[in-house]
């Protein structure tokens, strides 16, 4: 049930948004502060009763509201009245069936009130959405900002224009686009931060958007926030980044006079111990929002990013406001330019939002990429900016398609070899016609459709008390009510209420799949209490379910294969790894964002997720997601949840099954070993 409490947050016309435009001077802590008080969060407190779990939810993907048992169901169509209802809550409880689950009037009367808590534009969410929906907003009750966002901006709409699977440098070179194209603001939020290909094309762009604002005779301010801890963290978790210290050697942004158009300001955060700041995010002229799961580093990875636009970018914006917390200085110049009344004034020739319309498909990309072989690759040492998100498309393609005697194949191997300390040369098959590689999917749909930010804030102390929050109640319950089948692309799958969710679901008959990277942090997983290694989650998972039953034959695990290549490499050697985080439950609703499912991410990280309610987007992230890896073609695993060779051999640079004392000591000399390379 949605309480009396949090409907009047989510009904409340002030955010700290909204404050803080009518006081630009004033801290977005200290608003929040006023606006939410400081709640004793019961962190120990078990959600409310299992009824969650609604069967009406699960029943299926459409744009009704339903109510169903196990004899009938009853369908009605509600209007989306974009937070306007006048509506009120006897706050009583669930009426349990004797099955366990919801009866029919409260789990109606529950997503009637989710409904009523977001502002969906013309779009009615579907049952399934609006009751992960419900469940994330529970967590209010503890604590109003649990979700990291004002609670009336929690659920909006949008569209998603592109969405980037592809390797980490890929993804950054649409973000250094975005950049240089800003003409007013750019605020960029990030975990880790290093000198890398990533870095330069971020400095470039920054130098780049200087040069432009310049000839336009303007200034635009930049904010830029990444994790860092220092001793001065046990004090203030945010600490002010001197213009000495990131434009030195350790930072390399550029330093005031090589932008003399920009007002810059770099904060850290880390709250101490496991606080880290993980979420990355982008919001440029609060017009585009950019979401992604890299950091801004050279690795081997596989990453996705989503753009997006709409009024879900006030919610992202209100994000990085309570993120950093501290006065701004400069102040924003978006304060009074809500996204969803256009944004910042800007002269940008660019369709934004719903003018867009309809994406191409994949195979038009493909193609058209192959026949502009003269455009350039953009690249730190020879950048070339794109005036539009069609003109980006178009350049990635041609970085993918072949060149004067070169096979597919070996296009992909080229590009995945790109900024990869270790490269590797490609062992899979020939890449066949219709099966290109193509990192930018469009995405556009010429309508908005339902979105909310579920997420959570950075939580420090050494314990896993901290899990009641957006993030894994959405998971958790797009789990539960799923009717046909989840999808789940993340590097490590090992929390431990993560597990027999997937259990119960399979034993509900729903089918699971799940893709995990081969080796994937063992270093830091395998320590007594981080959940252990993929192969060990795997076994948990499999132990919970019969041997001859029919749930092990619902169930799909596989390791991350590279699109070159014809078998899972061990993360050990940095050639090819995934970093996707992607939930899809019955191929409507998706979460895509910054967490992981693993231990750090469930209890301790802040994250940024975006749950998508479309089956348009989610089947267009599915086609991306095959069509850029080979991992469906040779990652399965073997039924002790172990990859292994056609001779029965596990992959090089499998741990195996190390004990606790074992665990203990192989993650804390790996942990030595990853310091020492980095």
């Given at each position: 049930m949605v309480s009396d409490h949090v409907l009047r947050l989510c009904h409340s016309a002030n955010t700290v948004s909204s404050l803080l435009a009518k006081n630009p001077s004033q801290s977005p802590g200290q608003i929040a502060k006023d606006l939410y008080g400081i709640y004793e969060k019961d962190l120990h407190r078990p959600p409310p009763s299992s009824a969650s779990a609604s069967s009406a939810a699960s029943s299926r993907c459409s744009s009704s509201l339903s109510s169903s048992d196990n004899t009938n169901t009853t369908t009605t169509t509600t209007t989306t009245n974009n937070n306007n209802n006048n509506n009120t809550n006897n706050n009583s409880n669930y009426s349990i069936t004797k099955n366990g689950r919801p009866s029919p009037a409260s789990s109606r009367q529950t997503l009637d009130l989710a409904l009523t808590c977001g502002r969906w534009g013309p779009?009615?969410?579907?049952?399934?959405?609006?009751q992960a929906f419900a469940d994330a907003l529970r967590c209010l009750d503890a604590d109003p900002l649990a979700g990291v966002v004002s609670p009336p901006l929690m659920g909006s709409h949008g569209t998603v224009p592109l969405t980037v699977i592809a390797p980490l440098v890929d993804v950054i070179r649409h973000v250094s686009n975005v950049i240089a194209r800003a003409e007013k603001e750019v605020f960029f939020i990030t975990c880790n931060w290093s000198p890398s290909v990533a870095q330069r094309l971020v400095r470039n762009a920054l130098i780049e958007l200087s040069r432009r604002a310049g000839e336009r005779k303007q200034r635009v301010v930049v904010k830029i926030m990444y994790d860092k801890a220092t001793p001065a963290s046990a004090i203030d978790a945010h600490q002010?980044?001197?213009?000495?210290?990131?434009?030195?050697?350790?930072?390399?942004l550029p330093a005031p006079d090589e932008v003399p158009h920009l007002d810059m300001e770099v904060v850290s955060l880390h709250k101490l111990v496991l606080g880290t700041l993980h979420a990355k995010f982008c919001v440029v002229d609060r017009k585009i929002a950019l979401v992604m799961s890299n950091n801004m580093e050279d690795n081997c990875n596989m990453e996705?990013?989503?753009?997006?636009?709409?009024?879900?970018v006030d919610s992202i914006y209100d994000t990085a406001?309570?993120?950093?917390k501290r006065p701004f200085d400069p102040p924003l110049p978006s304060y009074g330019f809500p996204a969803a009344e256009g944004g910042l004034p800007t002269s940008t020739h660019e369709p934004l939002y719903l003018d867009r319309g309809a994406g191409r498909d994949q195979q038009r990309i493909a193609a058209n990429g192959q026949a502009h072989a003269e455009l350039k690759e953009h690249t730190p040492e020879d950048p070339h900016y794109d005036d539009d998100v069609a003109g980006e498309i178009t350049r990635m393609q041609v970085c993918y398609s072949t060149k004067p005697d070169e096979t597919r194949l070996q296009a992909a191997n080229r590009q995945l070899n790109y900024a990869v300390k270790n490269p590797v040369p490609p062992t899979g098959p020939e890449i066949p016609d219709g099966h290109e590689m193509t990192p930018y999917v469009d995405t556009s749909t010429p309508y908005p459709v339902p979105m909310a930010l579920v997420s959570r804030p950075p939580y420090g102390s050494v314990d896993s008390k901290n899990a009641f929050v957006p993030q894994n109640e959405a998971w958790l319950s797009l789990i539960r009510n799923a009717a046909h089948n989840i999808f789940i692309q993340t590097p490590d799958l090992n929390a431990a209420p993560l597990i027999p969710a997937l259990a119960e679901a399979l034993r509900r008959g729903v089918e699971v799949t799940y893709y995990v990277c081969f080796g994937y942090n063992d270093a830091g997983e395998v320590i007594p209490g981080q959940g252990g290694t993929n192969e060990q989650a795997a076994r948990s998972l499999l132990s919970l379910l019969p041997e001859d039953g029919p749930e092990r034959k619902l169930l799909h695990i596989y390791d991350y294969v590279a699109k070159d290549q014809n078998r899972p490499i061990h993360q050990c050697f940095r050639a090819r790894c995934c970093h996707v985080k992607l939930l899809i439950a019955d191929g409507c609703v998706g979460v895509q964002g910054s967490g992981n499912q693993d231990t750090q991410s469930w209890f301790h990280s802040q994250e940024i997720n975006v749950m998508v309610d479309s089956e348009e987007v989610c089947a267009k992230w599915r086609e991306g997601i095959e069509r850029n890896q080979n991992t469906r073609l040779f990652g399965r695993v073997a039924a002790d949840g172990v990859w292994r060779d056609d001779e029965g051999r596990a992959g090089e640079g499998y741990m195996g099954d190390p004990g606790s004392v074992e665990g203990l000591i192989k993650g804390v000399w790996g942990m030595y070993k990853k310091m020492e390379r980095a």
């Open positions: 779009t009615t969410p579907s049952p399934l959405f609006l002010r980044v001197s213009p000495a210290a990131y434009s030195g050697k350790a930072i390399q996705m990013l989503t753009h997006l636009e709409g009024p879900i406001l309570i993120t950093w």
